[in-house]
């Protein structure tokens, strides 16, 4: 997945099938044209060097 960041946009590319069918996941998880769109907030820490991993929860 490339992602890119300019200014506050941030852009998902996805470059695989599986990819893009986790965006389209992601996408219905979070915009919900019926009600209120969903934030995604950070959870702890971010450090590659101790594990490339980043977490986020769903908040309403």
């Known amino acids: 997945m490339k992602i890119s960041i300019e ?3 941030v852009e998902f590319k996805p470059e695989n099938q599986n990819e893009t069918d986790m965006m389209e996941v992601l996408w219905k998880l979070m915009v919900d044209c019926v009600r ?3 934030k995604l907030v950070p959870v702890g820490e ?3 060097q ?3 991993l980043a ?3 769903v908040e309403n």
């Open 55 to 57: 977490r986020f929860v």
């Open 7 to 9: 200014k506050e946009l």
């Open 36 to 38: 209120f769109n969903k």
């Open 46 to 48: 971010y450090i590659p």
């Open 50 to 52: 101790k594990k490339n």
